[in-house]
């Protein structure tokens, strides 16, 4: 197999991304040849390189989108947004993280180029690396207090559920825990009085008895792409997927049950506590950005 043949398989078995210093190792090529048969890759259209952060360069194939959800009830409309970017002729991937941090720290880093995240998350982000943009909303509410309402709360790192139990509670001593199954986990061994958590996990644990009161509707998950993807592009076929969605919601809802293994049942229970919204909402925006300085600021 050619280098170039070689770097191509790469790309497309990672994902159609990865870091140029991490191609030269998998490719065991110098850094100057390596560079000398990217550049030809580029003159024939086939990849693009970015800066990511400082020197760092990243080696995307041309026309790939890797999308990136947190596991929630949030997302069904991501469906007919993947098969329209797909048809629309992208190498297309889905990914799903487990809580916001992981993914827009991916998202800046160039790991993702499209990416479903609380918006304080995403706003703390830019505000340092200034390589991501906001481009369209998603979902409303969708969050709530599991258990006692103050005392130790567990929640997220710098996202909207922290946000929403500080605001609820402003003496909860939040108690940082990894992703939902962490939570619900900390919950059950009584090692917080309560947790801060979204759907469909707040149908299932009220659905067995627990005591569930739900947050205000504010904008919880924004759409967000890295700098460089063709926004005009990207928003047009999320507006489009949007109102496919919102025209056909359940056969959307079984397909994303299906994707994330959910429970159909629970999931068309679940979504009820949202309002789906693609717009941004500038006085939650205004909101979050406050909140993600206070962030900074901690």
């Not at 995307?60 to 991501?78: K, M």
């Not at 943009?133 to 709530?144: F, V």
């Not at 504010?218 to 005009?232: M, S």
Request: proline share 2%.
């Amino acid at each position: 197999m050619s280098s170039k043949h070689l770097i191509l398989s790469l790309l497309k078995e990672n994902g159609g991304s990865l870091p140029q210093s991490e191609l030269r190792e998998l490719t065991k090529l110098s850094k100057s040849r390596l560079s000398e048969i990217l550049s030809e890759l580029e003159k024939e259209g086939l990849i693009t390189r970015q800066r990511i952060m400082g020197k760092n360069l990243n080696v995307s194939l041309n026309n790939s989108l890797r999308i990136g959800i947190i596991e929630a009830a949030e997302y069904p409309f991501i469906i007919p947004f993947y098969k329209m970017v797909k048809n629309a002729g992208f190498n297309t991937e889905l990914r799903v993280y487990s809580d916001g941090v992981s993914l827009t720290r991916d998202l800046v880093l160039g790991k993702l180029d499209v990416g479903m995240s609380p918006v304080v998350t995403q706003l703390f982000f830019k505000n340092i690396f200034n390589n991501i943009e906001i481009i369209a909303g998603g979902a409303k509410g969708g969050g709530g207090i599991v258990g006692e309402h103050c005392g130790k709360v567990g929640s997220t790192f710098m996202s909207s559920m922290e946000a929403w139990a500080l605001d609820y509670c402003e003496e909860a001593d939040i108690v940082h825990v990894k992703g939902p199954k962490d939570l619900m986990r900390k919950l059950e061994r009584k090692e917080v009085n309560s947790i801060a958590i979204w759907e469909p996990y707040l149908t299932s644990l009220r659905n067995i008895g627990f005591k569930v009161e739900y947050f205000d509707h504010e904008h919880c998950c924004t759409l967000a792409i890295r700098k460089g993807i063709n926004e005009e592009k990207i928003k047009m076929i999320y507006e489009e997927s949007f109102s496919s969605f919102l025209s056909s919601k359940e056969r959307w809802l079984r397909d994303y049950a299906y994707f994330l293994n959910f429970d159909y049942s629970i999931l068309s229970q679940a979504v009820v506590n949202y309002e789906f919204e693609s717009y941004l909402d500038n006085k939650d925006m205004e909101k979050m950005r406050k909140v993600s300085i206070s962030f900074k600021d901690s």
